[in-house]
């Protein structure tokens, strides 16, 4: 499955809106910390194992594409 996620800074849960999936995050973009925030709340969203979760594409961009598997990896 493919997942749409646009981050936005502050405190909040993530919600689905328009077939894309907001995320909040507090953690700084320093070290790829960020990402690592948003892959934790998409795993905890979707309730799925982060190992399953994926990068598409825009890593360094607010709005990310990932890629969700149903088998283990």
Partial sequence: ??????????SGEPYMENGIL????KV?????????DVIQQISQYMKVPES??????????????FSVSDEPV
């Fill in 1 to 10: 499955m493919i997942i749409r996620v646009r981050v936005i800074s502050g």
């Fill in 22 to 25: 907001i995320i909040h995050t």
């Fill in 28 to 36: 700084e973009r320093r070290n790829n910390m960020a990402n690592r």
């Fill in 52 to 65: 399953r979760i994926k990068f598409m594409s825009g890593m360094r961009s607010r709005t990310k594409t």
